[in-house]
């Protein structure tokens, strides 16, 4: 299966070096589009610390860009956080289950509701 690109040039694209970045799932990555994920640790000076411990999106995976990237486990991935975006190694970033989630309120239904 030939993964889609994003050929698309915007602030994004621009910004990050995501020329070719793939908007998709992509079988064998370490994430999926949309995951909700926790930057737990930066690997190189290159990473802005004001971002260690926040949570965003995955947006994007390149494979493209030099950075050493290998094909289909090993992307830098493009994290969205509200109006910015940046780019991790699979190292950097967990995904958050729902108890790592901020609250959300829920009422319970019968079939939650215990005996």
Known sequence: MKPLRSTKRGWLNEDMGAQQGIYKDVDGAPFKIGDRVKVVSLSDDTADEDLLGSQGS?????????????????????????????????????????????????????TSQQP
């Open 58 to 110: 995955v947006l994007y995976f390149e494979y493209s860009c030099g950075c050493g990237q290998t094909f289909p486990n090993d992307p830098m991935i493009g994290v969205q956080f509200g109006e910015r975006t940046a780019e991790f190694w699979k190292e950097e970033l967990s995904v958050l289950n729902e108890s790592q989630r901020e609250p959300v309120a829920h009422t319970p239904t019968k």
